[in-house]
């Protein structure tokens, strides 16, 4: 599963402000039968709620990493405190993996004077993991002509996965721009109908995985957050 669950800084979303308990249950409620989920605008402060709130869900060991994104300073891009006024840690790009799980973080080319940006992979028997959030696209943040971090980006996020991978999270694109290509020649995409994944209308959300692999895809309901979680099941 892949869901940007909102929770940081937009105070339009339900999940804004609400404490590490709250978010990690909220997760585990969307995740279901999910092996490996990918979370954007997750809040760090919740990584260990989170892990213990997939252990008790599904009755499984889990394993939860967290890494925060960065200011143009290099100080971490915080999360807003929760109702009760306790800090949340940062916004942070979040993989959970059912079992142990070794991970790794690959930093991106990002604009030098928005939030920097990474990919977190997790390696397992057989195949890597890997999330992201890219660059939004808005004016402070790879408006250009051409999408010149976002094109950068992907090229890294597919480096950073290699040929065997389950990758995705909130490319922050739509299908048609050039920048996501590259992921299109090398891998399948889960969702050939490019169904809306924000509630602005647009596919933002993606999840790959190699050719002929794929064997079921859904869109998750709309809670809490202005994204819908997706799912991918793969044969590999």
């Known amino acids: 599963m892949t869901w940007n669950v909102c929770a940081g800084t937009n105070a339009d979303c339900a999940l ?31 990584t260990w709620d989170l892990e213990q709130g997939l252990e008790l869900a599904t009755g499984r060991q889990w394993t939860v990493r967290s890494w925060g994104l960065t200011g143009q300073d290099g100080s971490p891009y915080a999360c807003h405190p929760d109702r009760n006024g306790r800090p949340r840690g940062a916004q942070s790009v979040t993989v959970a993996v059912a079992g142990e799980a070794a991970f790794r973080t690959h930093e991106l080319t990002s604009p030098p004077w928005y939030v920097g940006r990474a990919v977190l992979c997790a390696r397992l028997t057989g195949v890597k993991v890997c999330g992201t959030h890219l660059s939004s696209g808005r004016a402070d943040d790879d408006r250009q002509p051409g999408s010149p971090y976002r094109t950068k980006q992907i090229r890294q996020l597919l480096a950073a996965a290699g040929e065997r991978a389950v990758f995705g999270g909130d490319l922050n694109t739509q299908p048609g721009n050039p920048a996501v290509a590259p992921a299109y020649r090398g891998f399948d995409e889960c969702d050939p109908r490019l169904r809306a994944t924000h509630e602005n209308g647009k596919k933002l959300d993606y999840l790959f995985a190699p050719k002929g692999t794929i064997r079921m895809c859904r869109l998750g309901p709309f809670g809490g957050s202005d994204h819908r979680p997706l799912f991918v099941k793969v044969a590999l």
């Not at 092996?35 to 919740?46: G, K, M, W």
Request: aromatic fraction near 12%.
């Open 16 to 46: 804004y402000r609400t404490t590490a308990q709250e978010l990690a249950w909220a997760v585990s409620g969307q995740a279901g039968g999910a092996d490996v989920i990918f979370l954007q605008e997750f809040c760090t402060s919740a």
